[in-house]
């Protein structure tokens, strides 16, 4: 087991390493100067030429690309003099653009897309889960019919309408829900504020994956329902509704948790819409704008991020899935 | 002997898209304890669908059944045809239980053995756990599976396959029931194996005393077992007899076509004698005898009936019948000299 974990964490860090050399190098064969982002409306080139010096631009990529490397162990230190600054290690890099050490930038959006997808998560768990139960139960008649409509919706509708629809009459016709003006809260300042913020882009995000997972969990569970050991214990006398609930959803189980590890991943990589649709100033949001402005930092940052994330939850997945399928063994 | 099961007039048919399959078409037989009785058959011919009649297992809407399948539920017959949902499912695994065809795919891949044939003794007996661990205990040691202790912690994927077949044995017989329905238990299996397994089978079936009612394309395990033989083609029975009746004396063409089609050593640069044709579809079963279009016996029948009536399942002897319009006289003589030149 720790082998296996050793051996996984030695992979996952060459493909960090890989990811991150990738993106730097993107950025710097990009005919833009960074160093023009240093300083403001009443710029010389004069000033942008010293500041290249200054902040090491001027220095070849891959020394560029150590500097970055070592700031994350080290932390990192602009300038020199009156005039330098320092963001700590972890340090990520410095945004010229929001006069902001990265770190510092990700340590405020990523507890709202931490909060946006483990509530999604839930939500489009117990509905996908629980109607794709319901359609395999009552296959072919209305309970499945219903669900497949749901399905059939769920899919073709984008998120941004969706979470347009939901914004425009719950929050703003029907006033049901109030329009997030005062900003994030945490769960443990205040748990119901916190529900409200984030309720409605729960439900948008929930909707489009809860249909993915009913279609999933109806078709496995009927797949299951056919299997030799279905029969076997029907064969034993067990009766139709544990035959169902747990020898059918038992051996479910496992397939649908790894689907959900991996989208999970997904979605800390910034749901950018929603985040867009509800004004959440999260990660997406964030990797939106850097891209746009050329904040090279930050896009580094939020990209490494989302390798990392996605990483680690296939490490948890291929754990919990050994855990729950004895047939599977970690070696 | 004490008769366990009859099975009367039976009828299955299935509702498709493309019609009314008739799998089961007026099958009956009789099954006393200590006896084996083998239904024998090609894929198709209604052998599976007959077994699973009896375990109640067909789901309710999709099967037409008819007729009756009287069963001794530890001596009180009960006819599962007409039996609730719940009184059938009371039937299986305690006066009837069934081993299937392929062990690999029959235990449940996330359950530990032990579990799993607990499973089956606290469904009968509720909330008596302790007495179930040590009864699966007990019968894995039975059909010698070793360490049965140990072994009944490990999960399915840890036992071969004729280590899982004997687990599938030892299940069914949680509850020591009267009857046990053997579905193909040897065809997933090999040969070596095989020949395990029966024997296995037989030893428990003197144990119990039970009647074990075997399905079966193999006609190698059928003399090897079976005490009685129906011989089934297209849903119907169209041979029935002690073993040796069948093996040494058929009366149907279809029985002498299977027992021509077995290869045989000795003969090896001859090619299998195949039985022409194919089995007809159960959809729309022509008016005269099934087997007719690929009998060679056609042109003997007197009255040349073959193409407009079905035979019915008839025999000089009581307990050796046949269905075929060639008079039965004339049926033993041909078939005895071919099974003369098929030994020579």
Redesign the interface.
Known sequence: MLKFIGRRALFAAMTILIVSAVVFAIFSFLPFDPASLTCGQRCTKQIIAANRIRLGFDQPVYVQYWLFLSGIFAGRTYGAGSAAFSCPAPSFGYSFNENACVTDMLRESLPITISLAVGALIMWLLLGIGLGIVAAKFKNRWPDTGSSVFVLLATSLPTFVTGLALLIWVSIKWHFIPLSLNGYTSIFDNPWKFCVYFILPWITLAIAYAAIYTRFTRAALLETLG???I??????????RVVFFK?TL??VLAPLITLAGLDFAGLIGGAIITETIFNLPGLGRLTLRSVYEFDLPVVLATTILAAVVVIVMNLIVDMLYAV????VRIT | MSELLRIEDLHVSFKTDDGIVRAVDGVSLTLSAGETVAIVGESGSGKTVTSLSV?G?HKKGQAEISGSISLSDHGVFKDVVHLS?DEI??????AV??I?Q?PM???????KIGNQLA??YL??NPGKKKEAMARAIEMLDLVGIPEPAKRAKE?P?QFSGGMRQRV?IA??L?NSPQILIADEPTTALDVTVQAQILALLSKLKKEFNMGILLITHDLGVVAQVADRVNVMYAGRIVEEGPVDDIFYSPLAPYTLGLLKSVPRVSKNNERLKAIPGQPPSLINLPVGCPFAPRCEFKQHSSESGCNTTRPELLGTSPTHRSRCHVPEKLRSELFAAELKELQA
């Open positions: 299997e030799d050991y029969r076997t214990a029907r064969a034993k006398g067990v009766g139709e020898h038992r051996a729950l399928d004895p047939r | 375990m297992l949902d499912r009371d039937i299986r695994g305690r239980s069934m299937f392929d795919s029959s235990l449940h891949p996330y359950y499973e089956g469904v009968h999960f994927h599938m299940m069914a949680m």
